[in-house]
C-alpha cells in the first residue's frame, strides 16, 4: 500500500510538471481526438499518444479487420451468467493482455448499463437486470483490465439501455431508481478503481449526459470522488461551454469534436474558467501515467507486476462452459451417456456459429468453432442437416470453396496501393491500410475464386453503401448505388443494406469474382465497409425441414442449435420482437414429435421465446459463445463439464407478459414509469410468471439446502452435493427480495461446504433523499434462484 501511495504521489507530482509546461492551446489539443482512436503526443513533455479501443469481448485494435484479429470471449451476458468476479478479473486480466499486444491504452468497456426491457438491441452487451450483479462483474473485469496498466471506460454513463433514438432519447428517470439502479453499477466500479467513464448518447432528464453537471461533476466527480477521466460515447459531445462545465474531459472522436479552437477561444474571452480546462488535462495526464504514457514516470502496473500470460483460446472455452445456462434437463438426458449413438445435429447456426452480438462489440477472432466441429471433435457421431435457416442476409463468402479471397485497394489509374489477404469476404477498416492515403485511394475491391461443390443456383451477395460493381466469371452483375436503409448515419454501417443475386454454377468448374467499391471516405473519418456475400444451392425450406425430421428421427439424440441473426441483436437499433426469426419454431416442434430426446441449445445473446420449451429433453441456453462455441459446447453435452451458468435476467415466456417491454420514445421522451420495478423486482407480483427467474440454472448434481445464519454482516449458508458428480453451486442471498450477495462453492457428492456471503450495507438502505437505513426485521433468503426460498431467517 505504501508503495502505491508512493507512486500517487509521484504521479501527481508528474502531472503538475506537465501541466505547468503546456500553454492554453496544447492543453486544449489533449482534450479531443487526434483522429478516431487516439489523444495526440506532446514530445515535449514526454506524453504519448494514448490508443483507445472498443471492447467489450476482444480488443479489436485501431484497424478493424480480419488482418488484426482479436480472442473474442463470450458475450457480456455469459459473463454474468457466470456469477464469477474472480473469472471476469481472468477475462479483464486476458483483454489487458490482448490491448498491451495490439499497442492499446485504453478499452472501452464495460458496458454497465442494465437489461431494462429484453428489446434493448444492445441487452448482449450489458450484464445484467440486476445492479449488484452487474457492479460485482464489472469491477471484476476492470481490474483485471487494469493489472496491465491499462484502462478501461465503464459505460455508458447512465441509463443508456435501449438504442431507439440513442443520440436524442430523453430518459425520464427518477432519482432513487438512478441511485438504486441505474447509477449503482458504475458507484461499485469506480469505487473498484476504474480509471475511466464513458458518457452515453441519451438525455436523463433532459440533459444529455455529456453536459450533465449534476451526474458528471456532482455525483461522479465529487460525491464518488472519481479521480479518472470521462470521455464522451463517439461523437456524443456537441456543445463547446456546456460539455465542459458539465463535467466531460474528452471529445471522442476528433471529427466533430465541439472544442479544440473554439474551447480555447472559449477560455479567453471568458466564458469557460482555465481552472476547468485545466483540471480535465489533469485528468488526461493522470491517465497517461497510469497506462505508461507519460515519460519518467512509471505506470500504475510496471511490467514486472503484470498478469502472467493467459492462454486465450483455453480461457475462451472455460467462460463459455461456465457460462451455459441449462435451464431444463427433467429426465437428466444431459450430460449426454458416453454410449449414445448417432446424433442429429440440426441448425443453420450449429455450422455457422453466431458466436458474437453487432455493432462497435464486433472483432474478428483467428478462428471460431462451430458446434458442428466441436461435436466432431469430441468424437461424436454426428449427422448434420440445416433444417431451418433464420439468416435472412447471405454469410460472408467464406469455406473450402472460396481461395484466394483478398482486398485491394488502388489508386485512380487503377494502380495497387495496397494489398491483403481476407479470412472471408467481410471487409471492414477503421483506418487506411500502410501505404494508402484519402486523397490516392479511388477503389476497394474484393476478390476470389469460388469452386463450387454442387452444381445449381448459387447466391452472390453485397452488403455496404455506396456504388458497387459485381462480376463473377467476367460476367457484370450488379452495376449501381446501394443506398441506406435510413437516415440513422450509424445504422448505414451497422446495419447496411444488402442485395442477393442469384447466379448458376456448375460443381467443380472455378469463376473468379471481384466485388468492387468506389471509396468515398466520410470527412475526418477512414471508414470503408464492404461485404461479398455467399449462398450455396439450397433445397426449399419446406425441404430443409423434413431433411431434418427424418435425420433426428432415425438418430439416438437430436440437437438443434436456435437463435438470433445478427439484424436482431446489434448495436444501433432495437429488436422488434423476442420470437426467434424464421421457421426455427416450427423446426423444433416438428423434431421434437419425431425424437424424444430433443436438446435444444438457444444462442442467443438475450431472452428469446421458446414456445415449445416443455415439449423437449433439454434446454441449454448458450449465449454468444465467443470463439470457442462448439468445443464448449462438446465439453457440456458430453459431460466433460458441468454448464455453470445462471440467469442474470429472467426469461418471459411470451413477450407481451414482460413487465417492462418498451424502448421506444413518444415525442422524444421515454420514461422509466416503473420507476424501481425492472426485471425479478417487476416480475415478482407481476399478471403473469416469467418462464424462467433471475438466478435459475442446473447443474448435474443436485444441493440441499441446509442452513442459514446471519453473521453480523456476512450470511453463512450450508449446502449439500445430494447427486452422484461433484459439482458447483452459485448459492444466492436475498435480503427484503433484492440480490444482495452470493458465491460459488464446490462439493464432492455426499459432501456439505459453506458459502460465506457478505451483505453490503447498501443491501439494508433505500435512498429517499440519501441513502436511509430501512427499518427490520429483514428478511434473509438464501436461494439457487430468485423465486425458490429454501432457507429464510429474520435479520433485526
Ligand atoms: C458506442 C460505444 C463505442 C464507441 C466507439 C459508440 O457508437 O456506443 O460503445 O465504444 O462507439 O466504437
Known amino acids: 500500500m505504501a508503495g502505491m ?70 458475450s457480456p451476458t455469459a459473463l454474468a451468467a457466470t456469477w464469477d468476479p474472480e473469472l471476469a478479473r481472468r477475462a479483464g486480466r486476458l483483454l489487458g493482455q490482448e490491448a498491451r499486444r495490439k499497442g492499446v491504452h485504453v478499452l472501452l468497456a464495460p458496458t454497465v448499463n442494465l437489461h431494462r426491457s429484453p428489446l434493448g438491441g444492445r441487452h448482449f452487451e450489458a450484464y445484467s437486470e440486476d445492479p449488484l450483479l452487474t457492479g460485482a462483474i464489472g469491477a471484476g473485469y476492470v481490474r483485471g483490465v487494469q493489472e496491465h496498466s491499462v484502462a478501461t471506460t465503464v459505460k455508458h454513463f447512465v441509463a443508456n439501455d435501449a438504442e431507439t433514438e440513442r443520440f436524442t432519447v430523453d430518459n425520464v428517470v427518477s432519482e432513487k431508481a438512478l441511485r438504486e439502479l441505474y447509477l449503482a453499477p458504475f458507484e461499485t466500479i469506480v469505487a473498484a478503481g476504474a480509471w475511466g467513464v464513458m458518457a452515453a448518447y441519451n438525455k436523463v432528464n433532459g440533459v444529455t449526459m455529456t453536459e ?59 466564458a469557460v474558467d482555465p481552472e476547468l480546462v485545466d483540471d480535465q488535462v489533469r485528468r488526461v495526464l493522470r491517465l497517461a501515467a497510469r497506462v505508461g504514457a507519460l515519460d519518467g514516470v512509471p505506470p500504475a502496473v510496471p511490467v514486472a507486476d503484470r498478469p502472467a500470460p493467459i492462454d486465450g483460446d483455453a480461457l475462451a472455452r472455460e467462460l463459455a462452459t461456465r457460462s451455459f445456462v441449462l435451464a431444463a434437463n427433467p429426465r437428466g438426458l444431459l450430460p449426454l451417456d458416453p454410449g449414445t449413438g448417432t446424433v442429429a445435429l440440426i441448425g443453420a447456426l450449429a455450422r455457422d456459429a453466431r458466436i458474437l452480438g453487432g455493432g462497435s462489440a464486433h472483432v474478428f477472432p483467428h478462428h471460431v468453432v462451430s458446434p458442428l466441429d466441436g461435436l466432431i471433435a469430441a468424437g461424436l457421431r454426428v449427422e448434420y442437416a ?61 476478390t476470389g475464386r469460388l469452386t463450387p461443390a454442387a452444381s445449381g443456383q448459387h447466391e452472390l451477395g453485397i452488403r455496404g453503401v455506396g456504388r458497387f460493381t459485381l462480376t463473377a466469371g467476367g460476367q457484370t452483375v450488379f452495376d449501381d448505388t446501394m443506398l441506406p436503409d435510413s437516415n440513422d448515419p450509424g445504422a448505414a454501417f451497422l446495419a447496411p443494406p444488402d ?156 413477450e407481451q407478459d414482460c413487465p417492462v417491454l ?110 436511509q437505513a430501512t427499518p427490520g426485521p429483514h ?3 438464501a436461494a439457487p434462484s430468485y423465486f425458490h426460498h429454501p432457507l429464510t431467517t429474520t435479520h433485526p
Open 212 to 270: 450533465h453537471a449534476p451526474l458528471q461533476r456532482d455525483v461522479l466527480k465529487g460525491e464518488w470522488g472519481f479521480d479518472g477521466f470521462i470521455v464522451s460515447d463517439w461523437t456524443a459531445a456537441r456543445d463547446t461551454v456546456a460539455t465542459v462545465t458539465g463535467g466531460l474531459d474528452v471529445a471522442m472522436p476528433g471529427v466533430g469534436s465541439p472544442w479544440g479552437r473554439r474551447l480555447a477561444d472559449a477560455v479567453r474571452s471568458g
Open 5 to 74: 501511495s508512493a507512486l500517487r504521489t509521484e504521479h501527481e507530482a508528474a502531472v503538475e510538471t506537465a501541466l505547468a509546461a503546456l500553454d492554453l492551446d496544447t492543453k486544449v489539443s489533449l482534450l479531443s481526438g487526434q483522429d478516431m482512436w487516439s489523444l495526440p503526443a506532446v514530445p515535449a513533455i514526454g506524453l504519448a499518444s494514448i490508443v483507445m479501443s472498443d471492447g467489450p469481448i476482444g480488443v479489436r485494435g485501431t484497424q478493424w479487420s480480419a488482418a488484426d484479429p482479436s480472442i473474442a470471449l463470450p
Open 779 to 781: 428478511r434473509v433468503t
Open 662 to 771: 418498451a424502448t421506444a420514445p413518444t415525442d422524444g421522451v421515454l420514461a422509466y414509469a416503473e420507476d424501481t420495478r425492472i426485471g425479478y423486482r417487476a416480475w415478482d407480483g407481476a399478471g403473469a410468471a416469467p418462464r424462467w427467474w433471475f438466478g435459475h440454472g442446473l447443474g448435474y448434481t443436485a444441493w440441499a439446502y441446509e442452513q442459514l445464519a446471519v453473521d453480523g454482516r456476512e450470511a453463512v449458508v450450508t449446502v449439500r452435493n445430494t447427486g452422484a458428480r461433484p459439482g458447483r453451486e452459485t448459492v444466492q442471498v436475498y435480503v427484503d427480495g433484492r440480490l444482495a450477495g452470493f458465491a460459488s462453492v464446490t462439493a464432492e457428492p455426499g459432501h456439505t461446504v459453506t458459502a460465506r456471503v457478505p451483505l453490503p450495507e447498501r443491501a439494508f438502505q433505500v435512498w429517499q433523499d440519501g441513502w
Open 386 to 446: 440445416i433444417g431451418a435457416d433464420p439468416r435472412t442476409k447471405l454469410a460472408a463468402a467464406s469455406g473450402p470453396q472460396w481461395t484466394g479471397l483478398t482486398a485491394t485497394f488502388r489508386d485512380h489509374s487503377g494502380a495497387v496501393l495496397h494489398r491483403t489477404p481476407l479470412g472471408s469476404g467481410m471487409g471492414l477498416w477503421m483506418e487506411l491500410p500502410p501505404g494508402v492515403t484519402r486523397d490516392q485511394l479511388a477503389t476497394v475491391e474484393i
Open 499 to 654: 442485395e442477393r443475386f442469384p447466379i448458376e454454377l456448375a460443381a467443380g468448374l472455378p469463376v473468379d469474382v471481384t466485388l468492387r467499391q468506389q471509396v468515398m471516405l466520410p470527412e475526418g473519418f477512414a471508414l470503408i465497409a464492404l461485404t461479398l456475400g455467399f449462398g450455396e444451392p439450397v433445397a426449399s425450406a419446406d425441404a430443409l425441414l423434413e431433411e431434418a425430421v427424418r435425420t433426428a428421427a432415425s438418430a439416438d439424440v437430436a440437437i438443434i442449435v436456435v437463435g438470433t441473426t445478427e439484424q436482431v441483436e446489434s448495436e444501433g437499433f432495437d429488436r422488434t420482437c423476442l420470437a426467434l426469426p424464421g421457421r426455427q419454431d416450427e423446426l423444433v416442434t416438428r423434431v421434437a414429435a419425431v425424437n424424444p430426446n430433443t436438446v435444444v441449445v438457444v444462442n442467443a445473446g438475450s431472452p428469446v421465446e421458446l414456445p415449445w420449451a416443455d415439449d423437449v429433453a433439454a434446454v441449454l441456453l448458450t449465449w454468444f459463445p465467443g470463439q470457442e462455441a462448439g468445443h464448449a459446447l462438446a465439453d457440456v453435452l458430453t459431460g466433460a463439464a458441468e454448464p455453470g451458468g445462471r440467469l442474470p435476467t429472467t426469461w418471459p415466456v411470451r
